[in-house]
């Protein structure tokens, strides 16, 4: 019997789990609007008082070589572990946009297990290097949870390939499975919803409110940018984090919503 047991993942013998605080946010790697002031701590502070299950996280830094020698409150570790800190003991990262002094990406923070993970390179052409870091979480009581962490182009019809491969990616799931997808779209016409309903997934403010959340600029939002999408799972709460500290901790206001799956 004990030998059983000790084959077993760790949360199988957790109580279930049906409800997921999810945050997303664009850091800008760090810094304020317009680059002004390296914030990361403050960040870091702000992201811990909300105690989320799943942090998405978009243009977070793996390494600047050069901003170490800049700044004196500089991190020698990636800025998605720095985040990460004592409270999300598991996080995966993407690497998309690489150059001679350092790399960023997306990243997942995850307070429950990360069974695998995979870093897909959604570039369509030229330097804007966009990717979609797709994990699977061990959730109690669930086989297998998705979580997909998104940053698409600024070009729109880059951006129309990037959710049709999108799509593709998440109607190759578990049928059944619940799936999370959030990060900064650049839906700024709102045009995502429509073609994301092949793939049957439901965006959280569209749902509540009829409309997606206004995310940018943060002091003064106006841009509807940023989303959280799923599928087999239900929302409560969405909300826009666009008062201070966050207004003032990046480009992007936060989103962060709880998912019942």
């Known amino acids: 019997m004990n030998a059983q047991l000790d084959e077993r ?12 605080r999810i945050l997303t946010v664009n850091t800008h790697k760090g810094f304020t609007w317009l680059n002004r002031k390296f914030i990361l701590p403050e960040l870091r502070e702000a992201v811990r008082t909300l105690s989320s299950d799943v942090v998405f996280l978009q243009e977070v830094l793996g390494e600047n070589l050069e901003h170490g020698l800049r700044y004196p409150n500089w991190s020698s570790i990636p800025q998605y572990e ?16 690489v150059y001679p002094h350092g790399h960023h990406g997306n990243a997942l923070l995850s307070k429950f297990p990360i069974l695998r993970y995979e870093n897909l390179d959604v570039s369509i052409s030229g ?5 979609l870091l ?9 086989e297998e949870v998705h979580a997909i962490c998104v940053h698409l182009g600024l070009r729109e019809h880059h951006r129309e390939e ?5 799509c593709e990616v998440v109607n190759r799931l578990p049928a059944a499975a619940p799936v999370i997808v959030a990060g900064d779209f650049n839906d700024w016409r709102q045009r995502a919803d429509d073609l994301l309903l ?64």
């Open 134 to 142: 797709h994990a699977v979480l061990d959730v109690p009581g669930h």
């Open 127 to 131: 330097t804007e290097e966009r990717g």
């Open 162 to 166: 990037q959710l049709g491969l999108l």
């Open 9 to 20: 993942k760790p949360t199988e013998l957790a109580p279930p789990v049906h409800t997921l």
């Open 198 to 261: 092949p793939c049957g997934l439901q965006e959280a403010f569209v749902s509540e409110f009829g409309a997606p959340a206004r995310s940018f600029p943060a002091r003064w939002p106006v841009l509807c940018l940023d989303r959280i999408y799923v599928r087999n799972a239900r929302f409560r709460h969405p909300e826009v984090l666009s008062k201070r500290p966050w207004s003032h901790l990046s480009d992007h206001a936060p989103l962060a919503v709880e998912v019942l799956i």
């Open 82 to 97: 720095y985040l990460a800190d004592t409270m999300w003991p598991d996080f995966a990262y993407g690497r998309n946009a």
